[in-house]
Nanobody
Framework: QVQLVESGGGSVQAGGSLRLSCVVS????????VGWFREAPGKEREGVAS????????YYADSVKGRFTVSQDYARNTVYLQMNSLKPEDTAMYYC?????????????????????WGQGTQVTVSS
C-alpha cells in the first residue's frame, strides 16, 4: 500500500514562507513522479509543482513560478515544497500525489487524474 504523508502546513502572513514535506513509502521511490496540488474552497484542485525523482526534473504552474521550489531528499524518500513570498490566494489544502515516472516525463504538472496515490493533505493559510 503506497502511503504519502504531508506535513508542514500552517498559518503565515503574506510575504512569509512555509516548507511542506511529503514522505513516500511502499513505492519504488527511485523512479516516480511526485506532484503537489492545492484545493481552495469553491475552486478546482490545481497542480502547482512536480518532480521526477530519478533525475530531479521539476515543473511548475505559472501561478507559483519563481516563488515555489520543489526538491527532494532521496535518502529520506521525501519531497519538499518550499513556498516563499506567500500570498492570500495561496491559501488552500495542499496535497502531494505520486505515480510512475512516466507521468513526469510526459511534461508539466498534470491533472489530479494523472496520479493514483494521494496524501491526506495539509492546510496552508496566508493572511493579509
Amino acid at each position: 500500500q503506497v502511503q504519502l504523508v504531508e506535513s508542514g502546513g500552517g498559518s503565515v502572513q503574506a510575504g512569509g514562507s512555509l516548507r511542506l514535506s511529503c514522505v513516500v513509502s511502499e513505492y519504488t521511490y527511485s523512479s516516480i513522479c511526485v506532484g503537489w496540488f492545492r484545493e481552495a474552497p469553491g475552486k478546482e484542485r490545481e497542480g502547482v509543482a512536480s518532480i521526477y525523482t530519478t533525475l530531479s526534473y521539476t515543473y511548475y504552474a505559472d501561478s507559483v513560478k519563481g516563488r515555489f521550489t520543489v526538491s527532494q531528499d532521496y535518502a529520506r524518500n521525501t519531497v519538499y515544497l518550499q513556498m516563499n513570498s506567500l500570498k492570500p490566494e495561496d491559501t488552500a489544502m495542499y496535497y502531494c500525489a505520486a505515480d510512475t515516472g512516466g507521468r513526469c516525463l510526459a511534461g508539466g504538472v498534470g491533472g489530479d487524474f494523472d496520479y493514483r496515490h494521494w496524501g491526506q493533505g495539509t492546510q496552508v493559510t496566508v493572511s493579509s
